[in-house]
């Protein structure tokens, strides 16, 4: 297992995280799994022996069972592992249940705590923007978290490019914590990220953690052209996350993929994770599972090495569309491109 720093902290993690979203099965969670206690010890004994040191939940997930359920899980292995949770989403049905107030980010930081059975969390993410909420009060309540230990440090997930500056450039003004890590939707399916987040994560010096890296299983060879899956979703039912924009673009790279996983005698999905754990910018992907064997084979990607002449035909045919500022920039700046724009420019 490979180590990188994360962003510009301390902080070394292992190119894989353990993902939690199938942990629990509570309401809507149940269509992603329902992994119990027993099933995380086996999941997260398969990781530690892998070398992988990060755990990431939320408290959202399964509305405070994955917290639980992880918390059981690593007794007597805190010290093993890094843990990462996040708060922002609806936890209850008051009016301050969701959000990242002052208030609700130090009540869900304490919940969190006692749920995971902990004294502190390595790693705190913000799981979306707060557009009703000033900045400075979420850096503040934030800040204090770190001061008091209970928070090691800070992350932020699923801000747009101009929210993640503007949070940056509050916390350098008034002396706040900064964010260390960006948590965001990265994959072959869809590589938006380079537009702005990739970019701006180099330029801030923010680690990329990779959530649903196979495009919540569009990316593991199940779904084929012309083929329908055995089990799991479907394309023509109405895929939401990720939404699929493009569908011939999709299987175009799902067949390339495979021919390369082919060649290699690995899985479609190694593929997948291996060629995103080659791109600017990414320090750990999240991979979760409903199986063991899924994760089994997750951890294989670490060991897959592409080839430049692989790693160019997967950057071709998944390559997004230039828009604007981008395609104009490339035309008339490329000559002065830095690192950042070489995230989406090459």
């Not at 680690?207 to 083929?227: D, T």
């Amino acid at each position: 297992m490979e180590y990188r720093q994360l962003g510009r902290s301390g902080l070394r993690v292992s190119t894989l995280t353990l993902g939690t979203m199938t942990y629990g099965g509570e309401g809507n969670f149940a269509k992603l799994g329902n992994v119990d206690v027993d099933g995380a010890k086996r999941q997260i004994d398969m990781c530690l022996d892998a070398g992988v040191n990060l755990i990431d939940t939320a408290n959202m997930y399964s509305t405070g069972v994955a917290e639980q359920i992880v918390g059981k899980a690593i007794a007597g292995k805190r010290d093993d592992v890094l843990i990462s949770t996040k708060v922002r989403m609806v936890m209850g049905d008051g009016p301050n249940d969701a959000g990242l107030s002052r208030h609700h980010i130090i009540s869900q930081a304490e919940a969190s705590l006692r749920r995971l059975d902990t004294d502190h969390v390595d790693l705190y993410h913000v799981h979306e923007w707060d557009g009703q909420t000033p900045l400075e009060e979420t850096l503040e309540a934030l800040d204090t978290l770190v001061r008091s230990g209970k928070v090691r440090y800070l992350g932020v997930s699923n801000y747009a490019g101009w929210q993640l500056l503007k949070a940056l450039g509050l916390a350098d003004r008034l002396g706040y914590q900064r964010f260390v890590a960006n948590q965001i939707y990265y994959s072959l399916e869809s590589r938006d990220a380079e537009y702005e987040l990739i970019p701006a994560s180099i330029d801030q010096g923010l680690g990329v953690l990779v959530w649903s890296p196979l495009a919540g299983g569009l990316l593991s060879g199940k779904y084929r052209r012309g083929q329908q899956a055995a089990d799991g979703r479907h394309l023509e039912e109405d895929w939401n996350e990720p939404p699929v924009r493009d569908a011939e673009k999709l299987y175009d790279t799902i067949e390339e993929v495979v021919d390369i996983a082919s060649s290699h005698g690995v899985s479609p999905a190694q593929i997948s994770l291996a060629y995103l754990l080659r791109k600017p910018g990414v320090t750990s992907l999240v991979i979760g599972a409903r199986k063991d064997e899924q994760l089994r084979d997750n951890l294989g990607a670490t060991e897959v090495r592409l080839s430049d002449d692989e790693f160019r035909k997967l950057e071709e045919i998944s390559k997004p569309y230039l828009i604007y500022p981008h395609w104009h920039q490339e035309l008339s700046a490329s000559e002065r491109f830095g690192v950042p724009d070489r995230a989406l420019h090459g």
